[in-house]
């Protein structure tokens, strides 16, 4: 592999990556206070994929580094990586049975509510869209196809609120929170693909 494909897209296009990481905090942040409120599932699913993305943001940059960082800095980025991916674990885990829960015993949901709260999401999955193209600039179709992944939890949490009745709607949100969460596994593989190579 030449030197050119083994740069990083977060190294090729360094603005729009750190807009990514920004969106996706914002968007972790909306996903997770909208899912608290309105105890959605699908919100608390689209929260742990955000925090997911910002997990590997960081770890993916991190491994691009030529120079080796200092101890204190790698200990620091270590134990932030393991907060992050403890807390994922926590709100995936949450998600199964929060939305077993829902699906036999839901409530009513507002749904215009999930939209607002989803859409910091859409806006974070235009961004991680973007990088795609450095991304097979630089080679990786892993990074591509995580993208697109990434854009599916929020694509879903915004259908959700114009998907049928009212009535229905607490179903439907729980539904498509379990399936959302099920796409976590899939992204990590990708990743720990992307990283072996």
């Given amino acids: 592999m030449s030197l050119h494909n083994e740069i990083g897209p977060d190294m090729r296009a360094p603005r ?10 914002v968007a972790l942040s909306s996903s997770g206070v909208g899912g608290y409120v309105l105890e959605s599932v699908v919100l608390v699913a689209c929260a742990a ?3 997911a993305g910002i997990g590997f943001r960081m770890l993916i940059g991190a491994a691009w580094q030529e120079r080796p960082q ?18 994922c674990l926590l709100l995936a885990v949450g998600v199964v049975p929060m939305g077993a829960h829902s699906i036999f015993h839901a409530d009513s949901l507002a749904s215009l509510q999930v939209a607002v709260y ?13 990088l ?7 080679g990786l179709k892993h990074s ?13 949490a915004f259908a959700v609120a114009f998907s049928g009745p009212q009535a229905q709607a607490g179903t439907i949100d ?6 959302i969460v099920l796409l976590l596994p899939l992204r990590a593989l990708l990743h720990l693909g992307r990283l072996l190579n």
Avoid: E
């Fill in 174 to 179: 729980a539904a498509v929170g379990v399936a």
């Fill in 70 to 87: 200092p101890v204190q800095r790698a200990r620091a980025f270590t134990a932030v990586q393991v907060v992050i991916w403890a807390c």
């Fill in 132 to 138: 795609v193209r450095p991304a097979r600039q630089a």
């Fill in 144 to 156: 591509g196809v995580d993208a697109w992944l990434a854009a599916v939890p929020s694509a879903l």
């Fill in 16 to 25: 729009l990556a750190r807009a990514d990481l920004l969106a996706q905090a």
């Fill in 118 to 130: 989803a859409l910091p999401g859409v806006a974070a999955a235009v961004t991680s869209a973007l």
């Fill in 49 to 51: 994929h955000h925090l």
